[in-house]
């Protein structure tokens, strides 16, 4: 089975591959554009034609550029694989999904859960191996296919159980396939994880939004124990600790087994 016939059965609203579309934005939903927009992230559709580009001037830029470099080194290792299926979950407005299309003999698939962005990655990325879904992401998602690269960037911390959302994720692999999990933190320690979450709910309750603490996680990387890991980065290493440029979010790229 293909990608594409995978999610034929899905209504098609406004370029988005639908399993149900909500009447009204989901309360995550309408709390997360709202914080965006108070970030001033919720950015117009040339300025997300232009991703992972941003003006030098722009409060954002220096942010942009770590994620542009994060992006390309993904993009590199996704393009050695011939016929690559390639799903990146909470794909927001699809810069990166589109990125990863870009690829010879790729098919990518974005998913989120957020209507708003996803309508506008639709609106503003058109390509015949590239598609948007809103979905769960769950073990019935996509029945019967499976992906060579599963991407999570900035948005594994939306996720709660991490545990089971990998499991999930490699039972969704092709033997051989990449869990791939950059552009978010992970902490050292239990005493790091509770003083991030601590600022993070000092962050949003100043924001006024402090219902945004119920969906809003920490990961160390004691939670992938277990799994076959690796850090293609490590922003811990003395040649990034040394550089005030440097990455602060790790690659962690995990394995399915052969």
């Excluded at 059965?9 to 009447?23: F, S």
């Excluded at 941003?54 to 542009?68: F, G, L, Q, T, V």
């Excluded at 407005?93 to 859960?113: C, E, F, M, P, Q």
């Amino acid at each position: 089975m293909t990608a594409t016939t995978s999610i034929s059965h899905y209504d098609l609203v406004n370029g988005v591959y639908c399993a149900g579309y909500p009447a009204t934005p989901a309360a995550f939903e309408q709390q997360y554009i709202a914080v965006r927009t108070r970030e001033a992230r919720i950015y117009t559709d040339e300025m997300v034609a232009a991703l992972p580009g941003m003006p030098r001037k722009h409060p954002a830029y220096k942010e942009w550029m770590i994620r542009k470099r994060s992006a390309e080194r993904l993009q590199r290792f996704c393009g050695r694989k011939e016929d690559a299926y390639i799903l990146e979950i909470g794909c927001g407005n699809g810069w990166l999904s589109n990125l990863l299309a870009k690829n010879r003999h790729t098919y990518v698939t974005g998913l989120d859960i957020n209507m708003t962005e996803l309508q506008q990655a639709a609106r503003i990325f058109k390509a015949e191996n590239l598609s948007f879904v809103y979905d769960t992401f769950s073990s019935s998602f996509m029945s019967g296919v499976q992906f060579s690269d599963i991407v999570f960037a900035a948005s594994i911390q939306y996720f709660s159980a991490l545990n089971d959302l990998l499991d999930l994720a490699l039972a969704k692999l092709q033997p051989g396939g990449h869990i791939h999990i950059l552009d978010s933190f992970f902490y050292k320690s239990a005493e790091e994880q509770k003083a991030a979450a601590a600022r993070t709910h000092s962050y949003y309750d100043t924001l006024g939004y402090s219902t945004m603490n119920r969906h809003y996680f920490h990961h160390t990387y004691n939670d992938l124990s277990g799994y076959n890991y690796t850090l293609a980065y490590n922003p811990h290493a003395l040649w990034s600790r040394l550089n005030p440029n440097a990455n602060p979010f790790p690659w962690i790229i995990i394995q399915q087994h052969n």
